[in-house]
């Protein structure tokens, strides 16, 4: 029997390819494994029937599958799909493979290309940490020698990028220093 060990970094591209790799006609089930990582398995309807896959599994699996699509979540494209593997979990009997596997392919490759045009930068593991755009005292850590004027000049420019996220305002009078 195959099985995929799904944690926080299995992507969803491991996700479809494991589905795929799967007969059509299994039922998807889940168990806990260690450190919090979910096994995912198929099993034979012919074995165990329809009706058979406890309720644990069907959840763990439910839980391990919307792990991984919460990576999609936000990208085009993509939530008619996210709804349609949502729905097939609502079934008191499980989930077939089989109807996982459309879904989750487009899915897949949504997210292989949304992932392959982000810069370098902005993938995951780029070396670069988090760092807090306010301290305790509300300000910026990055720029505590500014001066009250420099202080002044950015929040103009806020507030003027405000207005051009705004429909209906006119962006040449802000680009030529009019108001």
Request: some cysteine; glycine content about 10%; hydrophobic content about 40%.
């Amino acid at each position: 029997m195959r099985e995929l060990a799904v944690d926080i970094c299995t992507t969803v591209e491991e996700l479809a390819l494991f589905i795929n790799s799967l007969p059509p006609d299994g039922i998807l089930g889940g168990v806990s494994g260690a450190d919090g990582m979910v096994i995912l398995y198929a099993a034979d309807v012919s074995a165990r029937g329809a009706g058979k896959m406890p309720l644990r599994d069907r959840l763990a699996a439910r839980v391990a599958v919307e792990v991984v699509l919460q990576q999609t979540a936000g990208m085009p494209g993509a939530m008619q799909l996210l709804r349609n593997v949502e729905e097939q979990f609502e079934d008191d009997h499980g989930v077939r493979v089989g109807w996982l596997s459309p879904p989750l392919t487009i899915l897949a490759r949504i997210y292989r290309k949304t992932v392959n045009a982000l810069p370098e930068s902005a993938l995951p593991g780029n070396g670069k940490q988090y760092v807090p755009r306010y301290d305790e005292d509300g300000g910026d850590p990055s720029a505590p020698e500014l001066n009250e004027k420099q202080s002044q000049a950015i929040d103009l420019l806020i507030d003027k990028l405000l207005l051009l996220s705004k429909p209906g305002k006119s962006t040449a009078r802000l680009k030529y220093g009019g108001t």
